[in-house]
């Protein structure tokens, strides 16, 4: 099992619909969790971060974190084109080191 | 601020060649790391330096040997590297071993 998992897509909405983004990890005393988003060619750049469970909103972004169920998903509203990107979900191991290990990614695609 | 700095933005270099990658913060993070990424792959932990000291590497070969001059500097060096080490290079810095991490712009090493 993989520590951090995402389905790769690509996932296609239609401009100014929501795009739900979703993420699983299998260790159960992970406490941080992030979102990047990532442009081909560019570097991660950090959008969400979320400790507690429920959700955390910031502009067009909402994250959600379930911590029972080990899943963490990122909600874009009036999605634009300018948001298509692959979307990492990262994931701090518990054990001392707080290991930072990414997902491998999913390719969001908002045509207009 | 939230800049991380990497220099240089592109290298080539040969199997036989000696080269450094470094990365400079200024936010008083205390942890820092090096990622490698290949293409269409999520960023892969190398190295993760907290308060100057490695305490994480993740089994990558000795051809690759990283430093943490200070707090705010970190340097890969690289030496006999093979082809097949080509990737982009990602450092990042968060202000402790749970926070968000923060990533540069990466370098594109290409070895021929």
């Known amino acids: 099992q993989k520590e951090v998992e995402q389905n790769s897509g690509p996932l296609s909405v239609p401009e100014g619909a929501i795009a739900s983004l979703n993420c699983t990890y299998s260790d159960r005393g992970s406490q941080s969790f992030f979102w990047y988003r990532q442009y081909s060619g560019k570097s991660p750049e950090l959008i969400m971060s979320?400790?507690?469970?429920g959700d955390k909103e910031d502009g067009r972004f909402t994250a959600q974190l379930n911590k029972a169920s080990q899943y963490v998903s990122l909600l874009i509203r009036d999605s634009q084109p300018s948001d298509s990107a692959t979307y990492l979900c990262a994931v701090r191991l518990s054990g001392g080191y707080n290991k930072l290990i990414f997902g491998a990614g999913t390719r969001l695609a908002v045509h207009p | 601020d939230t800049e991380v700095t990497q220099t240089p933005k592109h290298l080539v270099m040969g199997m036989t060649n000696k080269k450094s990658l470094k990365c400079e913060q200024h936010m008083g993070h205390r942890a820092m790391y090096w990622y490698k990424q290949k293409a269409k792959k999520p960023p892969e932990l190398m190295f993760v330096y907290s308060y100057e000291k490695l305490s994480i590497n993740e089994s990558v070969p000795s051809r690759f040997s990283p430093e943490c001059p200070n707090s705010s500097l970190l340097n890969l060096h690289l030496h006999a590297l093979q082809p097949e080490d080509s990737a982009l290079y990602l450092c990042a810095s968060s202000q402790d071993r749970e926070a968000e991490a923060f990533f540069g712009q990466g370098t594109r090493l290409t070895v021929v």
């Open positions: 979320i400790y507690s469970n």
